[in-house]
């Protein structure tokens, strides 16, 4: 399969306050976000049309580049209006959008307290395409030799692209190996979670989760959550280990990207994708394309 380059396709972008051309949503190569990974960024959805958790997102983003001592020139309100310019300048419904902010060109140095603060927002075309028969099949995760960081050596809670500087290592050793994702221990040795996923353990008929307390707490995370609790589940929020998977019955995975995406293996681990998975599945499923949602 031929992958269509994502600077050379048509359509237009949202770029500091202007919709241009696809190809023209062009960086200068001495930019402080490309050098010194000064840059964050959103992952949303949109379902029939409208981005599901809009405002939780454009809030993220905002204080993702705040963690990075920044600050994002734009109001959520108008964040907001711009994630629909470029939906409908593109004619998405079913879709993925980019937001991203970076420092500029002003200052080539690790101070860069200077720079222009840029904003661009891409969106595409990104329906679910798998039916809820084949993610039940679930997906392969193998255990990655990077950690997760201690809170006190990285930003943790902000979406910075440097942070994915492990994921995409992990991702990749994974990949080699002929697993589909890798699972994230952090600095404690305990579970965190995939590279660009948060992890859910079912045990014995009750739901667990990492403490999201040196990774990103996501927003479908809290989602399912919510909405685990609205069902009656007991949903229990700790450290966990990994041996605690050998008395583990079903794993998911949460995001934007895999929405709810069972797990079948975890290194010699195995799962069979069970009740409460596809409970949920279903639940989220419905959800995202509520008009009110
Ligand atoms: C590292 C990482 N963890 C968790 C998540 C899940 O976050 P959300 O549900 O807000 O998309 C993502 C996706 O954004 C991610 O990249």
């Not at 395409?129 to 997906?139: A, N, Q, T, V, W």
């Amino acid at each position: 399969m031929t992958m269509l380059p994502f600077d050379d396709r048509d359509g237009s972008i949202w770029y500091n306050g202007e919709i241009i051309p696809w190809r023209d949503a062009k960086v200068h190569i001495l930019s402080h976000g490309l050098h010194y990974g000064s840059s964050v960024f959103e992952g949303e959805r949109s379902y029939n049309g409208r981005i599901f958790k809009r405002q939780e997102h454009h809030e993220r983003l905002i204080s993702s580049g705040k963690l990075l001592g920044f600050d994002i020139p734009y109001t959520i309100d108008e964040l907001h209006l711009a994630a629909q310019e470029v939906m409908d300048a593109n004619g998405i419904v079913d879709g993925y959008l980019r937001p991203v902010a970076w420092r500029g060109s002003e200052m080539m140095a690790v101070s860069a307290q200077k720079s222009r603060i840029h904003v661009a927002i891409a969106a595409w075309e990104w329906p679910s395409y798998f039916s809820p028969e084949d993610r039940l099949k679930g997906i392969r995760l193998d255990f990655a030799e990077w950690r997760r960081p201690d809170p006190s050596t990285a930003p943790v809670h902000s979406k910075a692209a440097g942070l994915y500087m492990i994921a995409t290592l992990s991702k990749h050793a994974a990949e080699a190996k002929g697993y589909n994702d890798a699972l994230m221990l952090d600095y404690r040795g305990q579970i965190a979670e995939a590279t660009g996923a948060n992890v859910f353990l079912v045990q014995d008929g009750k739901i667990h989760t990492p403490t999201p307390d040196c990774f990103l707490d996501g927003i479908t995370r809290r989602t399912i959550i919510d909405l685990a609790k609205q069902k009656g589940y007991e949903v229990i929020e700790r450290a966990i280990m990994p041996e605690e998977l050998s008395n583990t019955q079903e794993v998911f995975l949460t995001g934007t990207a895999v929405e709810v995406t069972p797990v079948s293996e975890i290194g010699n681990y195995k799962f069979t994708p069970g009740d409460i998975t596809k409970d949920l599945l279903l639940a989220y499923d419905e959800l995202v394309r509520q008009p009110t949602a």
